[in-house]
């Protein structure tokens, strides 16, 4: 009888680890599928960067390819303009003897 009891004790500890390590497992499988579904959208996400990074890539080559092209068809090149002067008075009058030129 005392083996009995103890037997039934036993096979209730058991059934409770049991039911905390089914719970366990729950956890860990909703756990699972949320990990699943980031993994994914960062997958898409990553797919997605690269492929910009291609198009600017792409579009950067064809920019650069535009700019040599346009240098070589180019037949003159023109200096470029000098600054325009900025003209002030020194003092707050406006008389052309006190006008001053300032380089930028």
Do not use: H
């Not at 680890?17 to 996400?45: C, D, G, K, M, P």
């Not at 990074?53 to 040599?68: A, C, D, V, Y």
């Amino acid at each position: 009888v005392e083996k009995n009891l103890k037997l039934e004790e036993k096979i209730t500890m058991l059934q409770q680890q049991n039911e905390e390590l089914r719970a366990r497992i729950e956890q860990n499988t909703v756990i699972t599928r949320q990990l699943s579904e980031e993994n994914a959208n960062l997958q898409e996400y990553v797919e997605k960067e690269v492929e910009e990074k291609k198009k600017l890539s792409r579009t950067n080559e064809e920019l650069l390819w535009k700019l040599q092209e346009g240098d070589a068809v180019s037949p003159v090149k023109l200096p470029p303009s000098p600054p325009t002067p900025f003209y002030r008075c020194s003092s707050g009058n406006s008389s052309p003897a006190k006008v001053r030129t300032l380089r930028r």
